[in-house]
């Protein structure tokens, strides 16, 4: 099986004004382009007319960063409401969000957090989905995200907390491996074990992207992380910028996602600054085909062997 869908794999990149010069010059290497929705919630229809000419050339899909599904707080209205109007507008082939908390009694943190991860929290962020599908008319992907902090008051980790969003929705999911990593290391799990914890068989797209390690504010300067040292130090945090190229660990992680989940994939490479030559880019990208296909040789022969 794994072979048959290995030509179905895609991979592709976020879209971004610095880098669409490069985007458009090497279509012939870029399967589908990731677009921030809330870029264009509120932009001129010259705009959007630009967007839709970019989607004739290649497969879109909309990421949004702002919903704030993950809470016990339902979820805005309006910014439902224009999530459906673009999608109605671009017609991308799907639309994904953040399980993330990011606003409370009208304030904005600005931050993608990570709420609790108990029962109440969990239902409130399935009755958010219902609600946004309702509005947009179509499911979206939920996206896994990154924390320098184990949220307090958890029932769950955070693998059952996905787990029993994903069931209790229907939605299929995003799997973001550098946050996934990043929370595996910054938290003392061993992220190959993370992996399997989640329900690969709901995977739909992957981000991929690079980070950095930072000192935690108040602890002393050059201690080393959990991962870094063997120990449970944890003075340091993988911070994910999205500055930095992927890690040979992320890629690791994309060849035993490969080989453990035989559904077709969408492998999405994030960069938000930083911009090296887009040949760079375009070689991430290849690293980035090469460790699925790597993933789906793995599957073929161990199904040869069974």
């Not at 589908?32 to 967007?51: D, G, H, P, Q």
């Not at 960063?65 to 671009?90: D, F, H, N, Q």
């Not at 992220?191 to 068989?201: C, D, Q, V, Y």
């Not at 040949?279 to 599957?299: K, M, P, S, T, Y």
């Amino acid at each position: 099986m794994a072979a048959e869908v290995t030509r179905l794999d895609r991979v592709g990149i976020g879209w971004r004004a610095d880098l669409a010069a490069g985007i458009f010059a090497n279509l012939d290497c870029i399967d589908i382009v990731e677009v921030i929705a809330e870029n264009y919630f509120r932009t001129a229809k010259s705009t959007i007319r630009a967007l839709r000419r970019l989607r004739e050339q290649v497969p879109l899909t909309l990421h949004g960063v702002g919903m704030g599904l993950a809470s016990t707080i339902p979820v805005v209205r309006e910014r439902c409401e224009s999530m459906a109007r673009l999608v109605a507008t671009i017609e991308p082939e799907a639309w994904s969000e953040h399980l993330a908390f990011v606003r409370a009694g009208g304030v904005e943190i600005g931050h993608l957090a990570a709420p609790p991860r108990s029962r109440q929290s969990a239902a409130g962020t399935i009755a958010n989905i219902e609600t946004a599908t309702r509005i947009v008319g179509s499911l979206p992907l939920l996206e896994n995200i990154a924390t320098l902090i184990d949220p307090p008051a958890s029932e769950f980790d955070e693998p059952q907390w996905v787990s029993e969003i994903a069931r209790g929705s229907g939605a299929g999911l995003l799997l973001d491996l550098h946050n996934l990593y990043s929370n595996a290391c910054n938290f003392g799990d061993d992220p190959t074990e993370l992996l399997l914890r989640f329900p690969l068989e709901r995977v739909v797209q992957v981000h991929i992207s690079g980070g950095r390690w930072v000192d935690v504010p108040g602890d002393p300067p050059g201690q080393l992380s959990r991962r870094e040292s063997g120990g449970p130090s944890g003075q340091r945090r993988l911070l994910d910028d999205h500055l930095h190229d992927v890690p040979p660990a992320v890629h690791e992680l994309l060849t035993f996602l490969a080989s453990r989940a035989p559904q077709p994939l969408t492998v999405i490479l994030e960069r938000d600054g930083h911009f090296p030559k887009f040949d760079l880019l375009l070689a991430q990208i290849e690293l980035a085909r090469n460790a699925v296909h790597r993933g789906r040789l793995l599957a073929l022969n161990e199904s040869a062997c069974a």
